[in-house]
């Protein structure tokens, strides 16, 4: 798998703080694509069920990216190898809770993507004046019970579920303009996977026309 970590070398900035940015209706698609490559077991774990494909693009429709927060990492491919979502509630009565969900491709696993979605939909959520958020996941899942427990989560099992629940800090000035700069630079930094792909891709067709060229000198020499 190919990672957001190595256009980052040499960077002085830690190599997190580029990759995760907020997704628009853009990436529908995008997102529709990860969780169809997700295996049964994946699915079952992120929905609680195994949800099949007509589900997922369900599901992927109906994602309402002015209500919701949306927050993605990207290989250099473009491929999304992590998203988030954290989900607001329709009740205005409650919409100081929201919900979080998350994936990681499974050859990405296990590096802190998780994790790091985790932190920043916090941190988003901090500043949108969420108090609480939800977690809700089934007791084998250990990664993401982890994930909650590290934060700090409650967590409460009930037989083969288990809901847990973080209590937010108020926003900072602090936690605003981190969340600004956090932003800003992720969205720099796809904007440059987007030129580099467009780059490559553009070579390899030059490269290709190239070598078409030669083979029909090949072919037509006496
Ligand atoms: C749950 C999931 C998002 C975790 O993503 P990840 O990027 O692999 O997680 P991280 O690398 O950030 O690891 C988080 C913690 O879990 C631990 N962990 C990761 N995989 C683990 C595993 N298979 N078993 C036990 N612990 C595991 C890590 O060591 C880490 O703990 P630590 O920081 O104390 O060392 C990923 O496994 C996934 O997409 N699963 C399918 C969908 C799903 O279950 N979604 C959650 C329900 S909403």
Same mark, same amino acid.
């Given at each position: $798998? ?5 256009? !980052?070398? +040499? ?19 995008? #997102? ?15 929905? +609680?069920?195994?949800?099949?494909? !007509?589900?997922?693009?369900?599901? &992927?429709?109906?994602?309402? *990216?002015?209500?919701?927060? #949306?927050? +993605? ?7 999304? #190898? ?9 009740? /205005? ?11 990681? @491709? ?16 916090? $941190?988003?959520? /901090?500043? !949108?004046?969420?108090?609480?958020? *939800?977690?809700?996941?089934? @007791? ?14 409650? &967590?409460?099992?009930?037989? @083969?579920?288990? %809901?847990?629940?973080? /209590? ?6 602090? @936690? /605003? &303009?981190?969340?600004? #700069? %956090? ?15 467009? *780059? ?8 290709? &026309? ?13």
């Amino acid at each position: $798998m190919d990672l957001p970590f190595r256009e !980052e070398k +040499g960077s002085r900035l830690a190599p997190w703080v580029a990759t995760i940015r907020q997704l628009g209706p853009r990436h529908r698609e995008r #997102i529709a694509r990860h969780l169809l490559a997700l295996d049964e077991r994946d699915r079952y774990l992120r929905f +609680g069920y195994a949800a099949n494909d !007509e589900q997922i693009r369900n599901y &992927v429709d109906h994602l309402d *990216f002015e209500r919701d927060d #949306i927050f +993605g990492i990207y290989n250099r491919r473009l491929e999304l #190898i992590a998203w988030a979502h954290l989900a607001h509630s329709v009740d /205005r009565n409650f919409d100081a809770c929201a919900e979080f969900g998350v994936s990681v @491709s499974k050859s990405a696993r296990g590096r802190g993507f998780g994790g790091k979605l985790f932190d920043r939909a916090v $941190m988003h959520a /901090r500043n !949108e004046g969420v108090q609480l958020m *939800f977690i809700h996941a089934l @007791s084998e899942n250990t990664a993401m019970l982890k994930i909650a427990r590290n934060a700090g989560a409650t &967590v409460e099992r009930d037989g @083969s579920e288990s %809901e847990a629940y973080l /209590r937010l800090p108020p926003a900072t000035f602090d @936690s /605003r &303009v981190t969340e600004l #700069i %956090e932003e800003r630079l992720a969205q720099t930094n796809y904007r440059l996977k987007v030129q580099a792909k467009q *780059f490559w891709d553009f070579l390899k067709n030059l490269q290709e &026309v190239r070598r078409g060229v030669q083979d029909a000198r090949h072919k037509s020499a006496p």
